[in-house]
């Protein structure tokens, strides 16, 4: 299968030259050839697809064949790629999200990964992202813990026989729900290195003890892939921009100035019904926030303070809006 090449990547440092994408899983009521012109047309670099039951079904018959439709496309509108494994009712049409890593029998979850993996290298994707899950009530903790690190490290394997990069993704409400639980995780397992983060800029503002700039700040080393949109401080409800609490010029001189030169994609997963005016208006913001954030990297660490550690909130009380 010929894997396509991804467009050169901006120097780093360059704030208004950051790369934009947007995620296939907020226009979820278009076919997956349509949403892809639309966001090229509009002028993003990448996409960030979500392998769901219209887009790229990696159970579904004819995959081989699909994925190599898929890629021509992608060289056609020459739109780079980041995958994404957060489809709610993929794998069980009864239960969100179901099995993860961390139920009685991940088999199925664990195959869904796999699957990803290798559909990621046949697109010459950027990152392969997925997260944890929520700990079911019946399982202990440690025993959550326990299966999660068992099942990172069979994915793990499958993205270095593949040769590709994954983006762990620290999700509210989930078993890794912040970057200090993504750090213990990574760790657990050796500190591989094509395990790497996923930052959801949102997440950051939502429960970090950080400002959103030194979230960033903090995970440069490991910044693989970046979901971005706006939120609020304890409420997990992706926004669009401007009707959250993020200021964006710091969030993206952040990213410059630690030399991110992956995609930077609008997560925005309930807005489907309005995708195209949604996707034009978050481009002409962000295109106007990273002009904003200037064309060289501001030393942020003493912006004031979005957020303290004070302010953070327990997971156990953030709402989960998934």
């Known amino acids: ?31 997956l050839d349509d949403a ?6 509009l002028g993003y670099d990448g996409v960030a697809l979500t392998l769901d039951h219209d887009y790229l079904d990696p159970f579904a018959p004819g995959l ?14 020459g739109l780079a790629v980041v995958i994404e494994t957060g489809a709610r009712y993929l794998l069980d049409p009864w239960h969100k999200h179901a099995p993860t890593l961390l139920h009685d029998d991940p088999t199925r979850r664990i195959e869904f990964l796999r699957r990803a993996v290798r559909i990621g290298a046949d697109l010459g994707a950027e990152a392969v992202s997925f997260w944890a899950g929520v700990r079911p009530e019946t399982v202990s903790p440690q025993c ?9 490290a069979t994915v793990v394997d499958a993205a270095d026989t593949a040769g590709v990069t994954l983006g762990f993704e620290p999700e509210p409400g989930m078993l890794v729900q912040d970057i200090a639980d993504w750090r213990r995780l990574r760790t657990a397992l050796g500190d591989p290195a094509r395990f790497g983060i996923t930052l959801d800029i949102g997440h950051c503002r939502c429960l970090e003890p950080w400002p959103v ?8 080393a490991h910044l693989v892939n970046v979901q971005i949109d706006d939120m609020r401080r304890g409420v997990h409800e992706h926004l669009e921009f401007g009707v959250g609490e993020i200021d964006f010029p710091p969030v993206l001189a952040a990213l410059a100035a630690a030399g991110y030169r992956g995609l930077v994609a609008v997560e925005l997963p309930r807005d489907s019904h309005a995708a195209p005016a949604v996707a034009a208006r978050s481009i002409e913001f962000l295109r106007a926030a990273a002009a904003a954030a200037g064309h060289s990297a501001r030393t942020l660490c003493s912006a004031p303070a979005e957020a303290t550690p004070a302010d953070a909130t327990a997971a156990d009380d953030t709402p989960v809006h998934m």
Request: with cysteine; aromatic share 4%.
């Open 1 to 31: 299968m010929t894997v396509p090449q991804a467009r050169p990547a901006p120097p780093a440092g360059d704030a208004t030259t950051l790369r934009l994408g947007y995620g296939t899983n907020g226009f979820n009521n278009h076919r």
């Open 36 to 41: 892809l012109a639309v966001i090229a047309d």
């Open 213 to 220: 700039p030194q979230c960033v700040t903090e995970v440069a």
């Open 64 to 77: 081989t064949r699909r994925v190599a439709a898929v890629s021509r496309r992608l060289n056609e509108l």
């Open 144 to 152: 959550a813990w326990d299966r999660l690190v068992a099942g990172c």
